[in-house]
T-cell receptor, first 113, second 118 residues
Framework: AQSVTQLDSHVSVSEGTPVLLRCNYS??????LFWYVQHPNKGLQLLLK??????LVKGINGFEAEFKKSETSFHLTKPSAHMSDAAEYFC???????????FGTGTRLTIIP | NAGVTQTPKFQVLKTGQSMTLQCAQD?????MYWYRQDPGMGLRLIYY???????DKGEVPNGYNVSRLNKREFSLRLESAAPSQTSVYFC?????????????????FGNGTRLTVT
């Protein structure tokens, strides 16, 4: 069985400081991994995806994530937070078809001015 | 470029009423999905359509039916609404369902329908 654990339900950072959102996964196979962002009253938007080509993945809006197989982690980072980054972030694992996507429960990111 | 469009944006139903949620995509995607989002539970798949003419149950299909009307449109029907179906519903599409482990095409989501059943 596949599972995704987002280790923090809520993260607060000051504007201009680094962001770290943590995600661990469990899977029998090497999964595809995604981060999605959801702004209030909007659908989910793809930030970045990992599909085994490179362990460090760069996404939109300055976000990046590193796949660490030994730690079964796929943490999302950004060097400097902007107010517009305030949103909910979902880590997602995929194996053998999009009908088997596994979503984490989300991390709400708050940016302090 | 509209992407994935859902209607309505908001709906309030009484227990036992029926309604259909509409979804259309203009990206020529083959696969479409319906999810529900509930606090603290992430997204859960209700039904999906791998390609035009096919539909299959997801994780939480009870109380719902779907129709893949054509390649663009995928509707979700609640025949007899219950308070447990109060949720935010998202439609999504992807190029393919991708049943290989090496690649999964990402999902594109609509903005959701907020449904309350009283």
């Amino acid at each position: 069985a596949q599972s995704v654990t987002q280790l923090d339900s809520h993260v607060s950072v000051s504007e201009g400081t680094p962001v770290l959102l943590r995600c661990n996964y469990s899977s029998s196979y090497s999964p595809s991994l995604f981060w999605y962002v959801q702004h209030p009253n909007k659908g989910l938007q793809l930030l970045l995806k990992y599909t085994s080509a490179a362990t460090l993945v760069k996404g939109i809006n300055g976000f990046e994530a590193e796949f660490k197989k030994s730690e079964t982690s796929f943490h999302l980072t950004k060097p400097s937070a902007h107010m517009s980054d305030a949103a909910e972030y979902f880590c997602v694992a995929a194996n053998f078809g999009n009908e088997k996507l596994t979503f984490g429960t989300g991390t709400r990111l708050t940016i302090i001015p | 470029n509209a992407g994935v469009t859902q209607t309505p944006k908001f709906q309030v139903l009484k227990t036992g009423q029926s309604m259909t949620l509409q979804c259309a995509q203009d990206m020529n995607h083959n696969s479409m999905y319906w999810y529900r989002q509930d606090p603290g539970m992430g997204l859960r798949l209700i039904y999906y359509s791998a390609s035009e003419g096919t539909t299959d149950k997801g994780e939480v299909p009870n109380g719902y039916n779907v129709s893949r009307l054509n390649k663009r449109e995928f509707s979700l029907r609640l025949e007899s609404a219950a308070p447990s179906q109060t949720s935010v519903y998202f439609c999504a599409s992807s190029e393919e369902l991708d049943r290989s482990s090496s690649y999964n095409s990402p999902l594109h989501f609509g903005n959701g329908t907020r449904l309350t059943v009283t």
